[in-house]
């Protein structure tokens, strides 16, 4: 037997994180769940005492460097292009990319890399989604030509397969590890003849404490639903927004008096589905943004919907109210037909929530224990299994509890343990020193 | 036969586009245009590179040519060259200011960025020719009084537009096809017109500037003493050679022992009674011997064989001499001046000649590719093709917002 532990451990003492990202925490990067994601794992890399410098397309506006004296580095790339194209981070897209590409693995090689070979310690490099796809494989050349690949551990992940066809799979494997967040994702990625290793996407912690019980029930007393639905996602046809509406027609001609608080984005095809729901005899109120945003409001802006059976909400919907919403609802509809992990449905069982989930990656989600998990798009499935929990009060009640201890196995800092174990995988596998 | 010997030699560095072709976001300014067009830490690598090999070392030997062996040397350098040496490396261009400060060298104008402009407009051609002339003036106090323009080009309206730009005199490649039964090693000029001519004498300039290290040319390895006698036995008043500067160290490296050759060039030359002049010294020296020489209407170059074919050869350069034209046009509809001094640089003969390989083989072809960076090979021969007309697309599209 050697001497020391038998495994390299990843410590802040030996390690440090470089995410690489199109999105990140400033209002101008977060278009969706990855600058969400990107936001909350560098955090909980920096909290577990890691440094962790993330490279985004950052707000123009802010300094190029924010360290704030932490242990997380945010480092906004691209704000000379940025500049040009205030709505957002996919505006000037190409643009933004080809910057991206041609300047990243410079600055990552010599200003991360460099200094912490000299103090002795790992660089482990994320890159996520398509846009870093090229440039994962390009840090990855230029560390080998510097003689400094095997002190590096590189890894891109998936969030879902937008993008795939701009990525050259066969250079991205060889010169990095794959990762993807659900099982789901890895065996559609297995028809890119790619194996990826999982790691799950997190929630931050501070999402499992349950939302106050008087407002919860105030927000269920003001939109008074039997039963009372919601559903939260982007107007997009892979949400089955149209089986959602189908399933509260159902549940009216039931003979229930059920209400739908729904919230999409700016996409048309709100349009498309708010006509189906007119076709099936549904009525609908679309509720402008509060005088007010605290739960006073809210109430107001609820209470003023005129039985409707629908209740689009046209205003941003703060985080406390997503779980006042989340926690009040006898259902919340995460139902999509595809999805790649599914926070949403993480997030509704965290509040104490009755998520009903597709049957994708979603696979913290089990049937009739702690979710609904639907197995085909026809609303009837929505509509029974809600009548089912109706009639089992005691189940619903139960299924909110599991749901809650299901969601606290799925924190951030617990992605990260886990993180940290796949890379002394990886750390065995590249020889690094112990 | 020829008693004198006329010296030329020409510093260029191209401002090389970047590629793959960065997409220029929609209403950048000039500067942020420039950024993506234009591949500068390539351009500073290269110039380092290029320093160390051959700048330095080269401009130590003529200074010692002409400090102690009273050897005399005409010198041009593009203000591509210039603006590069002053932005990353002003100790080299200190020392060629000391070079080209000694009584034995004559600054000659050239075309400032080494660019196709007089295709495209010969009255700026003119303008930026005297204006040249006077940023000569101000870095070297010197005042060029002979010009040369972009890779030897010349031609009837070209040799016009220079006359009118005030110039004593130009040079010109002495290729079979302009001269006729004429000799190279007279001075010449056209339509009674005061601009004298100056012919390279091609055949003993490529002996050196693209034989030299040739193991399979008949003549290697060249001796300065049978290269002075060659020039001793040419025919005529006296020989008129031209190189590229980068000929000593980089185009043949230092092992070839082209510095020994040139170091020892001055001496050979004076046991066989070759004398040394500049230019001016040979406009001075042969005043009462000029002939008429009738200049052809289409150009003529001292690169490949002699013809424009060289640069507008092959679909890809017509496609980038069209989109030239095109970036021109519309940087002149702006009125923008900083945009119009980038379509400027856009013309560089750089492009051309650099993409001279594509659908070729052959020495001019392995020339061409020698000259195209090393860094776009990873794009394939397709893609650098593709992606330098897309340098110039994209530079149109950008200045829609100036529109």
Wanted: glycine content about 8%.
């Amino acid at each position: 037997m050697g001497e020391g532990p038998l495994l390299r451990p990843v410590l802040p003492e030996n390690t440090e994180f470089v995410i690489l990202s199109f999105e990140g925490p400033d209002p101008y990067s977060n278009a969706g769940g990855l600058g969400v994601r990107v936001t909350e794992l560098s955090r909980a890399l920096a909290d577990a005492g890691f440094r962790t410098h993330l490279f985004f397309i950052g707000d123009p506006e802010k300094p190029p460097i924010e360290a704030g004296g932490g242990r997380l580095i945010l480092r906004r790339w691209g704000q000379w292009i940025s500049r040009y194209y205030p709505n957002g981070v996919y505006q000037g897209e190409k643009q933004k990319l080809y910057d991206f590409h041609s300047s990243v693995p410079g600055v990552i090689a010599d200003e991360v890399v460099a200094p912490a070979r000299r103090e002795g310690r790992t660089v482990v490099i994320m890159g996520e989604e398509w846009h870093t796809a090229s440039t994962m494989c390009a840090i990855s050349d230029l560390l080998h030509a510097r003689g400094q690949r095997d002190q590096a551990i590189l890894l891109w992940n998936a969030n879902h397969t937008m993008g795939f066809e701009n990525i050259d799979f066969g250079r991205l494997n060889f010169t990095t590890t794959i990762t993807t967040v659900s099982h789901y994702m890895k065996h559609t990625m297995w028809l890119w003849g790619i194996n990826p290793i999982v790691l799950p996407n997190g929630i931050p912690d501070r999402l499992l404490s349950a939302p106050p019980a008087e407002e919860v029930q105030a927000i269920r007393d003001v939109v008074a639903g039997d039963p009372m639905l919601v559903k939260v996602g982007r107007w997009d046809p892979d949400k089955r927004w149209n089986m959602a509406v189908h399933a509260v027609a159902g549940l009216k001609r039931m003979g229930l008096r059920p209400r739908f608080v729904c919230r999409g984005g700016i996409e048309p095809y709100e349009g498309e589905v708010l006509q189906t729901a007119r076709s099936l005899g549904l009525s609908i109120y679309d509720v402008p943004k509060p005088e007010t945003q605290d739960l006073a409001g809210w109430c107001a802006a609820l209470a003023d919907t005129r039985d409707a059976d629908i209740i689009n909400l046209k205003f941003f919907v703060p985080e406390h109210l997503l779980r006042l919403l989340y926690a009040g609802a006898d259902a919340v509809l995460a139902n999509s037909g595809k999805e790649p992990f599914g926070i949403v449905g993480l997030e509704v069982m965290a509040s104490g929530g009755i998520a009903v989930t597709g049957a994708t990656g979603e696979e913290y989600a089990r049937a009739f224990e702690n979710a609904i998990v639907l197995e085909t798009d026809n609303a009837n499935e929505i509509v029974t299994s809600l009548a089912y929990l109706r009639e089992h009060p005691e189940e619903a009640a139960r299924i909110r509890a599991q749901a809650r201890v299901t969601a606290a196995e799925y924190t951030w800092a617990r992605v990260v343990e886990l993180l940290c174990k796949r890379i002394q995988l990886l750390s065995t596998s590249q020889n690094l020193s112990r | 036969m020829a008693e004198h010997l006329v010296t030329y030699t020409v510093v260029h560095q191209p401002r090389r586009i970047k590629l793959p072709a960065q997409p220029i976001p929609h209403g950048a300014t000039p500067e942020d245009i420039a950024r993506c067009l234009f591949d500068e830490r390539m351009n500073e690598r290269y110039l380092h590179k290029v320093a160390e090999y051959c700048y330095y070392p080269a401009t130590r030997m003529f200074l010692e040519m002409v400090q102690e062996q009273d050897f005399r040397l005409a010198i041009g350098f593009s203000l591509s060259f210039l603006r590069q040496a002053q932005m990353w490396d002003p100790d080299l261009l200190a020392l060629m200011k000391k070079l080209v400060a000694h009584e034995n060298v004559e600054l000659v104008c050239v075309e400032p960025y080494h660019s196709f402009l007089f295709y495209m407009d010969i009255g700026l051609f003119i303008e930026r020719m005297k204006k040249t002339r006077e940023e000569l003036y101000a870095l070297f106090a010197k005042r060029p009084v002979v010009t040369d323009t972009t890779e030897m080009f010349i031609s009837n309206d070209i040799y016009f537009a220079l006359d009118q730009a005030g110039f004593h005199a130009a040079v010109l490649d002495g290729r079979e096809w302009v001269m006729n039964w004429r000799e190279t090693t007279h001075l010449y000029n056209y339509a009674g017109k005061s601009l004298r001519l100056l012919p390279r004498h091609y055949k003993l300039s490529d002996d050196v500037g693209y034989r030299f290290s040739n193991k399979g040319w008949e003549g290697w390895p060249l001796q300065a003493g049978d290269y002075a006698h060659w020039i001793r036995e040419a025919m005529g008043e006296f020989v008129f050679l031209a190189w590229d500067y980068e000929t000593f160290g980089e185009h043949h490296s230092r092992d070839t022992g082209i510095f020994e050759f040139m170091r020892c060039l001055p001496g050979e030359l004076k046991f066989r009674g070759v004398q040394p002049l500049t230019p001016s010294q040979a406009l001075e020296r042969f005043a009462d011997r000029v002939y008429e020489l009738p200049l052809p209407q289409f150009p003529s170059t001292w690169a490949g064989s002699g013809g424009s074919e060289f640069f507008l050869g092959n679909s890809v350069q017509q496609a980038i001499f069209q989109l030239m034209h095109h970036s021109y046009n519309k940087a002149r509809l702006t009125g923008n001046p900083e945009l119009i001094d980038l379509a400027l640089w856009l013309m560089q003969s750089d492009n051309l000649h650099l993409i001279q390989w594509f659908g070729r083989f052959g020495t001019e072809a392995e020339v061409s590719a020698y000259f195209t960076p090393q860094e776009w090979w990873s794009l394939g021969p397709a893609g650098i093709a593709n992606d330098m007309q897309q340098v110039y697309r994209n530079f149109i599209v950008a200045l829609d917002a100036y529109m």
